[in-house]
């Protein structure tokens, strides 16, 4: 692939050692769906012999699991984070000002058998690069990708979501930024990569849910950034189905979650 890029040793800020990056995972966990809501659960149970109303914990943590693992629930923490950042609806009537475009890695899946066990994007990963791929088109605009090797994989997002851009779309991104571990750090670096190229004003592609922390990550940076928004789940149609506990209402909103815990955490930072 063409136009790779890589950071000079000085170039980089310090990235959080394994060492720090283990207990803030754990502490996460804990904070999202379901065990947020398991151990709010228990801690009624622990409570109820010396207190008979903390039964009501563990009652109220059941009705909130059973809320929040539902299409429609999860509506409540995910519409307020999409509200932000509107769907583009013509890249034509933008003003032609942006000279690149950014694209934020996503997780991937390991060892896909269809693919001759490589590394492949996962859906939301998938879905960024399609949306990259058609304002690629409509604005012949340059890409990065941008995303770091997580949990010990052999390949970067970034690598492996350039793969398939250019395999799956006929995109080739001009520059890959392998290192970056989270969104604060993706901001940065493709800074590093975009001014040493004389770039300043970008469109930055990300899921609707995620682009609150995102700009809040790249406008530090000083770039002049367009939201470039993709997968809008609070658009869909609901159904009765919606209504029902499921794992995918579940993970909408523990996604939702992760997110407001972040924009909570940049600003106590």
Known sequence: ?????????????????????????????????????????????????????????????????????????????????????????????????????????????????????????????????????????DTRLPVLITGGKTNDATESEAEVMARSLRDDFGVTARWLENEAMDTAQNASLSAILLRQAGIQRIMLVTDAMHMPRALASFQKTGLEITAAPTVFFSHERLVPYDYVPSGEGLRRSNYALHEWIGLLWYKLR
């Open 1 to 137: 692939m063409t136009g790779v890029a890589q950071h000079g040793d000085n170039a980089c800020p310090p990235f959080i050692s394994l060492q720090m990056q283990l207990p803030i995972k754990l502490a996460s966990t804990f904070l999202l769906f379901p065990a947020n809501m398991l151990l709010l659960a228990a801690l009624g149970l622990l409570l109820r012999h010396r207190w008979r109303r903390a039964i009501w914990l563990s009652w109220c943590a059941l009705a909130l699991l059973w809320l929040f693992s539902t299409r429609a629930g999860a509506l409540l923490l995910l519409a307020p984070l999409e509200a932000q950042s509107p769907a583009i609806a013509d890249v034509g009537n933008l003003p032609s000002t942006a000279q690149a475009i950014v694209v934020l890695g996503a997780s991937r899946q390991s060892q896909a058998p269809e693919y001759n066990h490589q590394y492949v994007p996962n859906y939301l990963a998938l879905a960024r690069l399609r949306y990259a791929a058609k304002l690629h088109r």
